[in-house]
């Protein structure tokens, strides 16, 4: 439990970085209401639903599907996706079948694809 403990604070340290150094804003969720309805707004509603649903992995592939490593936005919503994983409990990671190192990789990988190279853990 205390390593779990350990890696899901590593991981919002990391999301926290990442917002204030490469997105610069302190607000760690991207807020739909404030923007217009765009195609980074149906991403973000059909990731949101996703994670509700249960169906991490698919929502996963298709975040990774829709990157564009030149959109700020995009880099955006990722961070935020992995920020919602990393607040779900061990259990619901766990039925949908995902883990705390799913997030940490998946970060790494976002990261790799904007070409943003810090260490995570």
């Keep these: 439990m205390y390593r779990k403990d350990w890696i899901m ?8 970085t990442i917002h204030k150094v490469f ?6 969720t991207h807020d739909i209401a404030q923007t217009e309805n765009t195609t980074q707004d149906s991403l973000y ?3 949101d639903l996703l994670i509700h649903e249960r169906k991490i992995n698919e929502a996963e592939n298709l975040l990774f599907d829709h990157l564009e490593p030149k959109d700020e936005k995009k880099l955006a919503i990722a961070v935020n996706f992995y920020s919602k994983l990393n607040q779900l409990n061990d259990e619901t990671l766990e039925s949908a079948n ?4 799913e997030i940490e990789q998946g970060l790494k990988d ?4 904007f070409g943003i190279k810090i260490e995570l853990i």
């Design 9 to 16: 604070d590593q991981i919002e340290s990391f999301i926290e």
């Design 23 to 28: 997105l610069h804003e302190d607000n760690l």
């Design 45 to 47: 509603q059909k990731l």
């Design 98 to 101: 995902y883990s705390r190192e």
């Design 110 to 113: 976002i990261m790799n694809e």
